[in-house]
């Protein structure tokens, strides 16, 4: 037996399975979408207010030093299971609930049912502009007293999913986020995860943007995705690495070890015959 050849097709049958068939292929998500971000190191984009789309979720409430003028706009408060308790009491069981806001939706149409007001256009505002909207609807023509209008997103939400470590859905409070700050909620990203091409998905206008970012570059913070949109979505692609480890399967993990025992032995008894 010719040991060389042996070892030969051994090394050439490792390199074979460890490429696999086109392995990024098989594992990477939205390929091929997006193009590269530019980031011009003149340009500095100002901080986005998030524009009101359509399932946005708001509590609004309206408020004057006379409460009972207030009192015909504003959701009457129902029970909130998130603050319920339980307790006991002459051998039964109570559940009490406490009281939270009644919540406003945009429909598909874009309109927010409002008490009083009826159907307002909200889609496409700010939610400063919303709330300009809204006083002057109730303001003087229902209430003579200039009001307090509060208009705050209940569900705020980015997604980060791929290559980090604890991938998910993030609701956020105050309604500003940057991308980093993202990353750090999902754990940053995993020593696998593409740093040059993170994928950015939005939606403007009913249209979806895919978009190219290179986390590593110092003008990242002065574009207009530094900061993030409602209900953006962050890809982290694995890197080639990542694709290949992944797609090899447990048949040929226990291939390759075989192949590796082979060459070792081949190469142990062509040093005896020596």
């Given at each position: ?91 039964s069981?109570?559940l ?57 997103y209940?569900n ?40 040059n ?43 080639d ?27 142990l ?6």
């Amino acid at each position: 037996m010719n040991f060389g050849k042996l070892v030969n097709f051994g090394f050439i049958l490792v390199v074979v399975l460890l490429s696999g068939c086109k392995s990024y292929e098989k594992v990477a998500y939205l390929q091929q979408s997006g193009s590269d971000a530019e980031f011009p190191d003149s340009v500095q984009s100002p901080i986005p207010s998030p524009i009101i789309k359509v399932g946005d979720l708001f509590m609004i409430t309206i408020n004057t030093n006379t409460p009972e003028a207030a009192m015909p706009f504003n959701l009457p408060l129902v029970p909130a299971g998130d603050f319920s308790s339980t307790y006991s009491g002459n051998n039964s069981n109570y559940l009490s609930y406490g009281l939270g806001m009644q919540n406003f939706l945009v429909d598909m149409e874009g309109n927010l049912a409002f008490p009083v007001i009826g159907k307002m256009k909200a889609a496409g505002l700010t939610k400063l502009e919303l709330e300009k909207k809204i006083k002057e609807a109730v303001y003087p023509k229902y209430i003579t007293e200039e009001p307090i209008i509060l208009v705050r997103y209940l569900n705020f939400k980015v997604s980060v999913l791929g290559e980090v470590m604890r991938p998910g859905s993030f609701i956020i409070d105050n309604e500003k986020l940057s991308i980093l700050e993202a990353l750090a909620l999902a754990g940053d990203m995993s020593i696998y995860g593409k740093r040059n091409s993170v994928l950015l998905i939005r939606e403007n206008d009913g249209n979806r943007e895919t978009v190219r970012l290179d986390i590593r570059n110092k003008n990242l913070v002065n574009s207009p995705y530094f900061y993030l949109q409602q209900n953006d979505v962050i890809y982290v692609e694995p890197n080639d690495s990542k694709a290949r480890s992944s797609a090899i399967s447990s048949a040929e993990s226990i291939s390759i070890s075989i192949v590796g025992t082979l060459i070792s032995i081949a190469t142990l008894v062509i040093n005896i015959l020596k």
